[in-house]
């Protein structure tokens, strides 16, 4: 596709379930991010990959949170043991190396019930 | 106290008025700014791009950056519409931490 795709778009997932969240980057983008938004507020950084080496994932906010992007494509984020505080928006953006223009999916909605 | 600081509105505006969206920072290392549109269930897009300070000039938008102040602002003129969304203003340091800080958005609505 032309753009970043992240499926699912909605997740309803029950407490304590884990889930996985996929991104699929433009091609050829070196680099990805994982962002996380809460609702009315901008988003965070989670962690950032260059082809498949995570170089930064400072913004994981508890070690429930993982992210691997194997083949330096196609990214997941996985959350263990989901809590309700974890419900937002998933955003992962992709950029060329040495480019500072990310773009971003459509994001996933996670609720946690 | 945030590293980045955003009025949230929401901003009402009649259609044609020009649009002031401003953020403030604490972090000097700050270099690069960036200011994101969000429409609603969307990820966010890159509007316009500043290194240092300075302004830029895009169509009807115009960025400024005032790194003596800690001040940056985006203005928007002849506004339409179709430019009611949320506006992010983010920020990045040059490391090879090339992560982006984000303020939290204005929600801005152009009223037709």
């Known amino acids: 596709g032309a753009g970043v795709s992240q499926s699912p778009r909605y997740k309803v997932a029950k407490r304590g379930q884990d889930v996985a969240l996929r991104c699929d980057p433009i091609s050829g983008h070196v680099s990805l991010f994982w962002y996380q938004q809460a609702l009315g507020q901008g988003p965070e950084f989670l962690t950032y990959?260059?082809?498949?080496?995570?170089?930064?994932k400072s913004g994981l906010p508890s070690d429930r949170f993982f992210a691997e992007r194997p083949e330096g494509s196609v990214s997941t984020l996985k959350i263990q043991r989901t809590q309700q505080e974890d419900s937002a928006v998933y955003l992962c953006a992709s950029s060329t190396q040495g480019n500072t223009e990310a773009f971003f999916g459509q994001g996933t909605r996670l609720t946690v019930v | 106290q945030k590293e980045v600081e955003q009025d949230p509105g929401p901003l009402s505006v009649p259609e044609g008025a020009i649009v002031s969206l401003n953020c403030t920072y604490s972090n000097s290392a700050f270099q690069y700014f960036m200011w994101y549109r969000q429409y609603s269930r969307k990820g966010p897009e890159l509007l316009m791009y500043t290194y240092s300070s300075g302004n830029k000039e895009d169509g009807r938008f115009t960025a400024q950056v005032d790194k003596s102040s800690k001040y940056i602002s985006l203005f928007i003129r002849d506004s339409q519409p179709s430019d009611s969304a949320t506006y992010l203003c983010a920020m990045s340091v040059r490391t090879g931490r090339r992560a982006l800080t984000f303020g939290s958005g204005t929600r801005l609505q152009v009223q037709p």
């Open positions: 990959f260059q082809n498949e080496a995570q170089l930064d």
